[in-house]
């Protein structure tokens, strides 16, 4: 490949990478903001996009101004703007250096440390006034941690993982979690995004005596690892270690086997006996592995059960608590019911009482008035009735006359 082979450190890389003309404009180096806003904006945002896509593709949080001049060389030229961009960069809070990262409290929060870093602690943004600082280190070697970068991989593994909490991984499997498209993470950037996570809340970290042990953290349920996580880890990692070892004395067993035969096709028996009497051996450890690895078995099925059982528990005493504070909002209580039963109770003998006092008939003293007028008036038509002298009733018929047509007179 020709020196002048246009070449980029990127996969994808801006449109403008092939046109000389406007890279030569944004390798060189920055003019004043105020001559021209746009141009100066749009070259600021160029550079910011290109440098975390290549912390993102190479997984590598870290960089310095001449790494990224190496990595973004075109037609031997190095790009001359870099300084004001990482200075940009620093302002705005898009990377750190590395130093101050390392200085992160793991039991502190990114907040509390972002305030105790530039609240508390004098704050210098200028490149000059950090070269007179730094005096005698060159500024182009410092190296800077990009934020972006720890985000976006943590949102990435976090998501990843949303289903697998609960489980322990140790350092090497924990490595294999944040290899990103075949790239493995070098030690240093895992280490870096181990402690942006922890400080984040998103994983908890166990040292061990040879190891280190990873959990994410599950909501407010998971704030440690607990002694028990690490035995359940250890018992579980044994028993895979001790399946290995059965598999492998299975496969040594088939082989004495099949040499036994072997000898023994060839008339040698002493010799097949020999390797018959090193299987008898073998089977004896094998008997004993597979035991061992039954008892983890059980052992781990028990522990499960207990958690299990134990998060039932939970489960009734959130349900009991939820029903019990149901019962308060609603103003329920075995007290309150009582004496609620007692006053409907009293409200209907009342009722009772009201509706015979309604069926009763209402008398007025009109009525009685009334009434005596009546017996008064009864009286009074009983006297008349006694002093009337009426005729004697006839004891014979009457007789009558007729008179016809004529002159006539009919006696009747």
Same mark, same amino acid.
């Given at each position: 490949?020709?020196?002048?082979?246009?070449?980029?450190?990127?996969?994808?890389?801006?449109?403008?990478?092939?046109?000389?003309?406007?890279?030569?404009?944004?390798?060189?180096?920055?003019?004043?903001?105020?001559?021209?806003?746009?141009?100066?904006?749009?070259?600021?945002?160029?550079?910011?996009?290109?440098?975390?896509?290549?912390?993102?593709?190479? +997984?590598?949080?870290?960089?310095?101004?001449?790494?990224?001049?190496?990595?973004?060389?075109?037609?031997?030229? &190095?790009?001359?703007?870099? +300084?004001?961009?990482?200075?940009?960069?620093?302002?705005?809070?898009?990377?750190?250096?590395?130093?101050?990262?390392?200085?992160?409290?793991?039991?502190?929060?990114?907040?509390?440390?972002?305030?105790?870093?530039?609240?508390?602690?004098?704050?210098?943004?200028?490149?000059?006034?950090?070269?007179?600082?730094?005096? !005698? =280190?060159?500024?182009?070697?410092?190296?800077? &941690?990009?934020?972006?970068?720890?985000?976006?991989?943590?949102?990435?593994?976090?998501?990843?993982?949303?289903?697998?909490?609960? +489980?322990?991984?140790?350092?090497?499997?924990?490595?294999?979690?944040?290899?990103?498209?075949?790239?493995? %993470?070098?030690?240093?950037?895992?280490?870096?995004?181990?402690?942006?996570?922890?400080?984040?809340?998103?994983?908890?970290?166990?040292?061990?005596?040879?190891?280190?042990?990873?959990?994410?953290?599950?909501?407010?349920? +998971?704030?440690?690892?607990?002694?028990?996580?690490?035995?359940?880890?250890?018992?579980?990692?044994?028993?895979?270690? %001790?399946?290995?070892? %059965?598999?492998?004395?299975? =496969?040594?067993?088939?082989?004495?086997?099949?040499?036994?035969?072997?000898?023994?096709?060839?008339?040698?028996?002493?010799?097949?006996?020999?390797?018959?009497?090193?299987?008898?051996?073998?089977?004896?450890?094998?008997?004993?592995? %597979?035991?061992?690895?039954?008892?983890? !078995?059980?052992?781990?099925?028990?522990?499960?059960?207990?958690?299990?059982?134990?998060?039932?528990?939970?489960?009734?005493?959130?349900?009991?608590?939820?029903?019990?504070?149901?019962?308060?909002?609603?103003?329920?209580?075995?007290?309150?019911?009582?004496?609620?039963?007692?006053?409907?109770?009293?409200?209907?003998?009342?009722? !009772?009482?009201?509706?015979?006092?309604?069926?009763?008939?209402?008398?007025?003293?009109?009525?009685?008035?009334?009434?005596?007028?009546?017996?008064?008036?009864?009286?009074?038509?009983?006297?008349?009735?006694?002093?009337?002298?009426?005729?004697? &009733?006839?004891?014979?018929?009457?007789?009558?006359? &007729?008179?016809?047509?004529?002159?006539?007179?009919?006696?009747?």
């Amino acid at each position: 490949m020709s020196s002048n082979a246009v070449t980029s450190p990127i996969k994808n890389i801006p449109s403008c990478w092939e046109d000389d003309k406007r890279m030569t404009a944004l390798y060189a180096p920055f003019r004043i903001r105020e001559a021209n806003p746009v141009d100066y904006d749009s070259k600021m945002k160029f550079w910011e996009s290109n440098i975390e896509n290549w912390c993102l593709e190479k +997984n590598n949080c870290k960089f310095s101004v001449k790494m990224l001049q190496k990595e973004f060389k075109r037609k031997e030229r &190095v790009p001359l703007c870099l +300084n004001t961009v990482i200075e940009n960069l620093e302002r705005i809070g898009h990377i750190k250096l590395k130093d101050d990262i390392y200085k992160m409290n793991p039991e502190e929060s990114w907040t509390e440390w972002a305030v105790k870093c530039f609240v508390k602690t004098p704050v210098v943004w200028s490149f000059a006034k950090l070269k007179t600082a730094l005096m !005698e =280190r060159d500024i182009d070697d410092l190296e800077y &941690v990009y934020i972006n970068y720890l985000k976006k991989r943590s949102e990435e593994i976090v998501l990843r993982m949303e289903n697998k909490n609960n +489980n322990l991984y140790n350092t090497v499997e924990f490595q294999k979690l944040l290899t990103s498209e075949e790239i493995e %993470i070098d030690l240093e950037t895992f280490d870096i995004l181990v402690l942006w996570m922890q400080i984040n809340k998103i994983i908890l970290v166990h040292k061990l005596e040879n190891d280190t042990l990873f959990k994410f953290i599950d909501g407010k349920k +998971n704030t440690s690892i607990t002694d028990v996580d690490v035995s359940i880890y250890m018992l579980e990692k044994n028993k895979l270690s %001790i399946e290995k070892a %059965i598999e492998a004395l299975e =496969r040594e067993k088939e082989e004495l086997i099949e040499t036994a035969k072997n000898f023994l096709r060839k008339g040698m028996r002493d010799t097949a006996k020999s390797y018959l009497r090193r299987k008898k051996a073998l089977e004896k450890t094998l008997e004993k592995r %597979i035991n061992t690895s039954e008892n983890i !078995e059980i052992l781990l099925s028990r522990i499960h059960e207990v958690s299990s059982d134990s998060k039932v528990l939970e489960t009734y005493k959130i349900g009991l608590n939820a029903l019990k504070a149901t019962f308060k909002e609603n103003g329920l209580s075995e007290d309150d019911v009582t004496n609620t039963i007692s006053e409907i109770q009293e409200i209907n003998e009342m009722h !009772e009482e009201i509706q015979t006092a309604l069926s009763e008939p209402v008398s007025t003293p009109l009525e009685s008035e009334l009434e005596e007028e009546l017996k008064s008036i009864l009286e009074s038509v009983k006297e008349v009735e006694k002093n009337i002298v009426l005729p004697e &009733v006839p004891t014979h018929e009457p007789k009558v006359t &007729v008179k016809e047509k004529g002159g006539a007179q009919l006696a009747m």
